[in-house]
């Protein structure tokens, strides 16, 4: 286990946030941060996570599994944008 220090981009306002997180978390733990912290809304339709530039994340796996790196950037996507360009 490590940790990394990633910073997560806002869907809709495109904050930033940089947190640091253990690399043992899964997609679905961080997202579930990320809604416990009031970075965003509950939603029933859920989030996804992408790598700036990179492969969306399995939320089953953990982020180390995902490849997330130190200084990493994660864009936060809504469920409900799948397979819309």
Do not use: C, W
């Amino acid at each position: 286990m490590a940790d990394v220090t990633v910073s997560f981009i806002h869907p809709t306002d495109g904050r930033v946030i940089s947190v640091t997180l253990d690399d043992s978390m899964t997609g679905q733990d961080v997202i579930g941060e990320l809604i416990a912290n009031d970075f965003v809304p509950p939603s029933n339709e859920g989030y996804n996570l992408a790598i700036k530039g990179g492969k969306q994340l399995d939320n089953q796996r953990t982020l180390s599994e995902n490849g997330v790196e130190d200084n990493h950037t994660l864009r936060v996507i809504p469920a409900t944008d799948a397979g819309y360009k």
